[in-house]
Nanobody, 115 residues
Framework: QVQLVESGGGLVQAGGSLRLSCAAS????????MGWYRQAPGKQRELVAT???????NYADSVKGRFTISRDNAKNTVYLQMSSLKPEDTAVYYC?????????WGQGTQVTVSS
């Protein structure tokens, strides 16, 4: 059974940093692309960053230069290091995997950036 468990969210002041973690299980983590998405109130869920099995990364323009996605295949965990946070980064952040034809999502972790 695929499970994705996010952690690391919280309340931070603008300009601060947070590191999100997503612990994965139930599928061959190291050969799968992993992604971070976010959804702000009243808005659609949007891509934040992805990382392939070989470590190639892709970022939304809004977070380039501020966020870094990484993975530890030994721990079946993907991370999102967020720096220079802005109030507009406030959202629920979700981890996603697609081991096959179905998208799997974690339960999300709230990130709130105060101005």
């Amino acid at each position: 059974q695929v499970q994705l468990v996010e952690s690391g969210g919280g309340l931070v002041q603008a300009g601060g940093s947070l590191r999100l973690s997503c612990a994965a299980s139930g599928f061959p983590f190291k050969i799968n692309t992993m992604g971070w998405y976010r959804q702000a109130p009243g808005k659609q869920r949007e891509l934040v960053a992805t990382i392939t099995s070989v470590g190639s990364t892709n970022y939304a323009d809004s977070v380039k230069g501020r966020f870094t996605i990484s993975r530890d295949n030994a721990k079946n965990t993907v991370y999102l290091q967020m720096s220079s946070l802005k109030p507009e980064d406030t959202a629920v952040y979700y981890c996603k995997a697609r081991p096959g034809l179905i998208d799997y999502w974690g339960q999300g972790t709230q990130v709130t950036v105060s101005s």
